[in-house]
């Protein structure tokens, strides 16, 4: 059956209209899965009819190729930032500042909105098409991330119809943030890949849009408020009250928080009623702000340096109180880390009682000085550990004891190792009971072994009864292992059986990063493949001083590794898996190695070949590919409409060739 235009439009729309009762209304009418089968249908649907697809359709937010560099974007007007009250009589001195720019003693209104912890971005539309997004950078010029903004299902990629024209230009501007339970996920995700958790909420944010990789981005939690305004052309407002609103009909999310006040009274109040609210908020914020509604008393106020008069961020008060440390204990990690815990008498902090608090490594608690019955001070940020910030010295008593993190481990007495240069303690054995279960939730995980139906409470019975005590465990499990366990039909058991058997046929590099060797990550894995050739017997012999002449092992990786190695329970379970039937896949040798040691830069629009091609030529024949250009660029191959990195290169003396010359580089 043929399918028409309408038709296709009729599901965009649909889809569009499930985003914007989501993001905009907070009232969504249908579940994720339905969300997504839908938008299955639309993918399925484009890709019969690509004649048919849009620039805006909900299928482009899923990432794009990826780019080896941003480019820069200057906003059209500069991207202010906000004076800050520190308290609640300097938030009643702005009021008397505002009042006094304007010559009145009559009440003003303001908007009060919460200050979001996220990143301000702008948002360009042209016609009512999003065209491009960017960073506030320095508020004058930010990076170009408008690929990363379109992977944000807050963001229409086209202003919806309210009846009227759309502006020929409008800029939107806003916060792009995580929300608390998205952040929570996505630093569980981090943990099971063997990834560094990220800080908060808002480094997360960051992180997600600084990626070159669009896909990656589209994989993160992220979310927008939009609470200003750029350069609009066709359209004008009364106040920002006005403005606001019309955003919401345009599909922006707005802050539901935000309410008109008009006087220091009104506005302290909202200050600390949103300051009592703040843990139960679904994102983080971190102050309130108050702006001036109408929008020619903002143009009557102006700007001072970088910040308009016409508006204020008002700050929270920190989350911090003092306490006594009772007992310093270690504390082991999921991931193996031992980490020094303060056992404090219980206090609240900002209205949840605290007992525990991080004190993060040995460096740490060195530098603090903190000792068991110091008095310190503690503090609590949003839903992160809370921390010692320091020592109160003039409350400490003669009788206070230093703290040293055992030699050994806490939970199986194996020697915990510290590489040099790191602060993180670790236990590396494979079979510390106390990191079983996620070393074998690593260990099937997607990039690890990909052993499919291999979930959580799965991992918990067999550890719980004994099945399993280190990964090799899993190639011994029958079928009477597996059908005895709750909730365990005959077919599920059957086919985690089959997925165990094919998940033997595996490559060096899955192996290796299943094994959960500290710093060696996906990435790393490859490297290594490549390097031994496949070949786990020379890796499992291979001394410090062979693995450091690998590119990318550096000493720090090279002595995790060995130190890892020289365990023999970790041998036994490699040589164990490799006795239960695992088989390495051979490695591809490079064709050539007329690259080798050489490093590429790519730019401009490449014409003869596509960014991953390029990269896969280079990688084949022994090269690097980098994303900019340095000292130690060897070749900048430029494409039409190469910038700032031919310019780089010239300033480099690098030498720059075309597409053809490296073609021909490779015959
Ligand atoms: S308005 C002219 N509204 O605070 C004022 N900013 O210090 C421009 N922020 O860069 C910003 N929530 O990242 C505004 N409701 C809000 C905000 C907000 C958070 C951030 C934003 C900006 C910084 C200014």
Redesign the pocket.
């Given at each position: 059956m043929s399918i028409t235009y309408n038709q296709i439009q009729a599901l965009r729309d649909q889809l569009n209209d499930h985003n914007y009762r989501y993001y905009v209304l907070d009232d969504p009418l249908i579940s994720d899965s339905e969300y997504d089968q839908l938008f299955r249908e639309l993918q399925k649907l484009e890709a019969d009819n690509p004649n048919l697809i849009t620039e805006d359709s909900p299928t482009h937010r899923v990432g794009a190729e990826p780019l080896s560099s941003f480019g820069s974007w200057t906003h059209r007007m500069p991207?202010?930032?906000?004076?800050?009250a520190m308290n609640e009589d300097e938030l009643a001195a702005f009021d008397a500042r505002v009042k006094k720019g304007l010559d009145t003693e009559k009440d003003l209104e303001y908007m009060a909105?919460?200050?979001?912890?996220?990143?301000?971005v702008e948002l360009v539309y042209e016609n009512g098409f999003f065209v491009n997004g960017s960073t506030?950078g320095d508020?004058i010029t930010g990076e170009d991330i408008t690929q990363n903004l379109k992977t944000i299902l807050a963001i229409p990629l086209s202003l919806r119809k309210n009846g009227q024209k759309h502006p020929p230009l409008l800029e939107v501007?806003?916060?792009v943030f995580i929300p608390k339970d998205g952040f929570k996920k996505l630093n569980r995700n981090q943990e099971k890949e063997e990834l560094s958790p990220f800080a908060n909420p808002r480094n997360a944010a960051a992180g997600s849009l600084r990626q070159l990789d669009s896909k990656i981005t589209a994989t993160r939690p992220l979310s927008i408020?939009c609470?200003?305004a750029g350069m609009i052309e066709g359209v004008s407002f009364d106040t920002h009250e006005d403005f606001l609103s019309t955003l919401k009909e345009w599909g922006f999310p707005v802050?539901p928080e935000?309410q008109k006040v008009t006087n220091a009274e009104t506005m302290v109040a909202f200050h600390r009623n949103l300051e009592a609210k703040r843990d139960s908020l679904p994102y983080e914020?971190?102050?309130t702000?108050f702006?001036v509604n109408a929008i020619n008393q903002r143009n009557a106020l102006g700007i001072r340096s970088r910040?308009?008069r016409?508006?204020i961020?008002g700050k929270f008060k920190a989350q911090q109180a003092t306490t006594k440390v009772q007992d310093i204990i270690p504390s082991l990690g999921r991931t193996g880390a031992v980490t020094p815990v303060a056992r404090l008498d219980p206090t609240n902090v900002g209205g949840v009682v605290v007992t525990n608090a991080t004190l993060h490594n040995q460096d740490e608690i060195e530098r603090k000085d903190v000792r068991i019955g110091d008095t310190v001070l503690i503090q609590r940020a949003g839903d992160v550990i809370p921390e010692v910030v320091k020592v109160i010295l003039a409350k400490r008593p003669p009788d206070t004891q230093k703290y040293q993190l055992p030699k050994e481990c806490p939970a199986c007495g194996h020697e915990v190792f510290r590489p040099e240069g790191e602060v993180v303690a670790r236990c590396q054995n494979l079979s510390c009971p106390a990191q079983v279960k996620g070393r074998i939730e690593h260990f099937v995980s997607k990039t690890a072994l990909d052993i499919d139906g291999f979930g959580e409470k799965l991992v918990d019975q067999l550890v719980d009864k004994k099945l399993i005590l280190t990964v090799d465990n899993i190639f011994k499990l029958n079928f009477d292992d597996l059908v005895n366990l709750d909730r365990m039909a005959e077919k599920s058991a059957l086919n985690i059986l089959t997925a165990i058997q094919d998940s033997k046929q595996t490559t060096f590099a899955r192996f290796v990063y299943a094994l959960g060797i500290r710093n060696v990550g996906a990435h790393l894995s490859k490297v290594l493949e490549k390097a031994f050739v496949g070949d786990i017997e020379k890796f499992m012999n291979a001394a410090a001083e062979k693995l450091e002449t690998i590119d990318e092992v550096g000493p720090i990786v090279a002595e995790t590794i060995t130190t890892f190695l020289s365990n023999c329970t970790n041998t036994d379970v490699i040589e164990s898996c490799l006795s239960l039937g695992l088989r390495l896949k051979k490695v591809e040798v490079p064709k050539s190695l007329l690259l080798q040691g050489k490093t590429f830069v790519f730019t401009g629009a490449l014409t003869q070949f596509s960014r991953n091609e390029a990269k896969e030529m280079t990688e084949a024949h022994g090269g690097k590919v980098s994303g900019s250009v340095s000292k130690n660029t060897d070749f900048v191959v430029a494409g039409p409409g190469a910038g700032s990195k031919l310019k780089k290169a010239t300033e480099l003396d690098i030498p720059i060739i075309s597409e053809t010359e490296f073609l021909d580089m490779l015959k």
């Open positions: 991207m202010l930032s906000l004076a800050n909105e919460p200050k979001l912890d996220g990143l301000a506030r508020g501007r806003g916060e408020y609470y200003e802050n935000i914020i971190d102050g702000v702006k910040s308009p016409w508006a961020a």
